[in-house]
């Protein structure tokens, strides 16, 4: 029997990540490009698909266990159950689908209730999605405290505390980046110095 890329490999640790978000907002397209598979065009719903690749962190290596959940809010009991075998957890939503923000609220309740029951905090990854289309915006949101209008990036790492990414699954833009994030937050990497805000970045890179 073929033994796991960890059981070949010196000093590599396994993790379980999942994946949640509204139906087409490209959870697929996003694991599709981390393991080098070709994106589909036309949305596929998915039940749920379970995929491991192994990666490069620093000087360490990684085997990921991914679990890329349904989108709909009919199977609540299997992202339960998710939840609680899970280390991080990617959360995505797309400009092209406006209500898929708001749902990502419910989610967090879910991995905040989980968080407690398991008695450790679950690290969460916010990603926005087919940032390729041309014009769409980041949703708005009003800070009670500031008294002014703050983006999506600065409502999440206020609110929830958690990084936010800008990707293009399409393009292939930031993949592997939200990875690598989730594994910042899994296991800090020490005296290494943050990366520059990616939304910032993939968006001067789509313009030219």
């Known amino acids: 029997m073929l033994s796991s890329f960890c059981e070949q490999a010196d000093n590599c640790r396994k993790y379980t990540v999942a994946i949640f978000?509204?139906?087409g907002v490209g959870k697929s397209s996003i694991v599709r490009g981390l393991i080098n598979e070709s994106v589909i065009q036309e949305h596929i719903p998915t039940v749920e698909e379970f995929y491991v690749t192994e990666i490069t962190h620093g000087k360490k290596s990684f085997e990921l266990h991914i679990i890329d959940t349904s989108g709909t809010y009919e199977?609540?009991?299997?992202r339960k159950v998710a939840?609680?075998?899970?280390?991080?957890?990617?959360?995505?939503?797309?400009?092209?689908k406006p209500n898929s923000f708001q749902k990502l609220e419910r989610y967090m309740e879910e991995i905040k209730c989980s968080s407690r029951e398991r008695k450790r905090k679950i690290p969460v990854i916010v990603v926005s999605n087919k940032a390729d289309l041309p014009n769409l915006a980041e949703p708005k949101f009003f800070n009670d405290v500031r008294g002014v209008e703050i983006n999506s990036s600065d409502?999440?790492?206020?609110?929830?505390?958690?990084?936010?990414?800008?990707?293009?699954?399409?393009?292939?833009?930031?993949?592997?980046?939200i990875f690598h994030r989730?594994?910042?937050?899994?296991?800090?990497?020490?005296?290494?110095?943050?990366?520059?805000?990616?939304?910032?970045?993939?968006?001067?890179?789509l313009r030219h």
């Open 21 to 23: 978000g509204d139906s």
């Open 155 to 177: 409502y999440v790492e206020s609110k929830w505390g958690c990084p936010w990414l800008a990707s293009s699954a399409r393009f292939n833009l930031n993949v592997a980046k």
């Open 83 to 96: 939840l609680h075998k899970v280390d991080g957890v990617v959360l995505v939503y797309s400009l092209d």
């Open 75 to 78: 199977f609540p009991a299997m």
């Open 182 to 205: 989730l594994l910042d937050e899994l296991c800090p990497v020490e005296n290494k110095k943050g990366p520059p805000r990616s939304g910032s970045i993939l968006r001067a890179m």
